[in-house]
């Protein structure tokens, strides 16, 4: 029985194994190839190696940025804090149960049948790396220009941007509606791409771990932060993408990598984090930003990119890309 059966399959079976997932090959009447997977509660790559480790990431940034902050923060600190883990909580119980199983069943699969572009490739390791990494933040960068110029989209993304200051905190500040978009976002780009199991979960370890690093509001020194800045997104790169100056926020949209905002022309290295107000124009009152009104945000009316006095705020544009205080 096991000699009859394919060895992409008995390939894929064994990463079904080594990521916790069984998958049984059954007879259908539509499909003698059909491979039906049955999802365990454990990712163990995920949940003993990643989990522990961004945990940790999470609790140094947290010190980082209160020992060395790189923006005055305006708003209860504490507050913020409990306000964005207790909003995250469903987003967090999708990733668990479905951002992550669906995709990982879907990679299985697209191994057992050959499909994406790197199950079509025969790169070494090292190169498939490479090329996963560079193709899923690539993606990512795509995906994150939809949240914002699609309305649709807008209206999850827009629950992250109203935060009032930003920091490592804000990482965690997704509409569960956003995620629920993101798991058929990710699932559409491993079979397009041909993301394998354990890349997958690598890439979205690493993926996490540059989400809370940009976000935190940790002062690096100007040096080390324009070398990290030649390839990394950093944490005054960022902080320019959350301004309430909407050309501002439509700007350095990258995860991971600069190179894709250097490549489209939208990164933004000029503005001092000094001068930068952090949220979405038109949502400047805590009262307005309570828990339930921000599970009910994306389903309410969306209001303009406009202060609340009516006024649109706005800074000229400077002419050099130097990564400002």
């Not at 668990?96 to 490739?121: K, T, V």
């Not at 220009?145 to 930003?166: Q, Y």
């Amino acid at each position: 029985m096991r000699a009859s059966q394919p060895a992409a399959f008995r390939q894929a079976k064994c990463l079904c194994y080594q990521l916790g997932i069984v998958a049984t090959r059954q007879p259908m009447l539509t499909s003698p190839h059909f491979v039906r997977l049955t999802l365990m509660p454990k990712i163990p790559l995920m949940d003993y190696v990643g989990n522990p480790l961004l945990t940790c990431l999470l609790l140094v940034l947290l010190w980082l940025q209160w020992r060395f902050p790189l923006r005055r923060q305006h708003f209860s600190v504490l507050h913020r804090l409990v306000r964005n883990f207790v909003l995250s909580i469903p987003g967090f119980a999708i990733v668990r149960l479905a951002m992550l199983p669906i995709p990982i069943a879907i990679a299985i699969w697209a191994l057992d049948q050959h499909i994406g572009l790197l199950n079509w490739c025969h790169l070494p390791t090292w190169a498939l790396v490479i090329v996963t990494f560079l193709l899923m933040d690539y993606a990512y960068w795509w995906w994150h220009w939809a949240m914002h110029m699609v309305p649709f989209f807008w209206r999850f993304h827009n629950v992250h941007h109203t935060d009032l200051d930003l920091d490592v905190s804000t990482a965690a500040r997704f509409h569960f509606g956003e995620m629920i978009l993101s798991t058929g976002f990710l699932s559409l780009a491993v079979v397009l791409f041909g993301i394998g199991p354990m890349m997958l979960v690598a890439f979205f370890i690493t993926f996490e771990a540059a989400t809370l690093f940009h976000h935190s509001n940790w002062r690096l020194p100007i040096p080390v932060e324009r070398i990290l800045n030649l390839i990394l997104v950093t944490p005054r790169m960022h902080g320019i993408h959350h301004s309430i100056v909407q050309r501002e926020t439509n700007s350095n949209w990258g995860t991971m990598f600069c190179w894709w905002d250097k490549l489209h022309r939208t990164l933004r290295r000029d503005v001092p984090q000094d001068a930068i107000t952090i949220g979405v124009a038109a949502y400047r009152e805590e009262n307005e930003l309570t828990l339930g009104k921000l599970f009910a945000l994306p389903f309410r009316t969306q209001r303009e990119w406009r202060l609340p006095n009516g006024d649109i705020p706005d800074r000229e544009p400077q002419p050099a890309e130097e990564l400002a205080e």
